[in-house]
Nanobody, 120 residues
C-alpha cells in the first residue's frame, strides 16, 4: 500500500516536497515513480528512481526543477519540487513497479494521489 502526502496550495516559484510511504517489507525491491494528472488530461510521467536509488529519470517538463529520492530504511520515496509553475498543478501519484517505464501501465501499485495547486 502506498500513501502519498505533502501536496498543497503554493504560489509560483515556491517549493513543495511530496512523500510516499509504503507498507510492507519489500519496498527496496521496487522501482518507484511519480506521475501527475492535470484536469482533463491523462497521467504524465514525472520521475522515477531505481531500487537502490542509483539511477533517476525525469520528464522533460520538470527536469532541473524536481528531484526524486528514496529512503529504503523508511520505506519512503520523495519528490522535491522547486520553482513550481502554474502548469505543475495536478494530482500527483506515486507508483511502484519492477521495470523502468515512463507510461503508467507497467506499474502495479499506486498511491491515492495528493493535490498540488500552484497559483500565479
Amino acid at each position: 500500500q502506498l500513501q502519498a502526502s505533502g501536496g498543497g496550495l503554493v504560489q509560483a516559484g515556491e517549493s513543495l516536497r511530496l512523500s510516499c510511504a509504503a507498507s510492507g517489507r519489500t519496498f527496496s525491491s521496487y522501482l518507484m515513480a511519480w506521475f501527475r494528472r492535470a484536469p482533463g488530461l491523462g497521467r504524465e510521467f514525472v520521475a522515477l528512481i531505481t531500487q537502490s536509488g542509483g539511477s533517476t529519470r525525469y520528464g522533460d517538463s520538470v527536469k532541473g526543477r524536481f528531484t526524486i529520492s528514496r529512503d529504503n530504511a523508511k520505506n519512503t520515496v520523495y519528490l522535491q519540487m522547486n520553482g513550481l509553475k502554474p502548469e505543475d498543478t495536478a494530482v500527483y501519484y506515486c507508483a511502484a513497479g519492477v521495470v523502468q517505464a515512463i507510461i503508467p501501465a507497467p506499474y502495479g501499485y499506486w498511491g491515492q494521489g495528493t493535490q498540488v495547486t500552484v497559483s500565479s
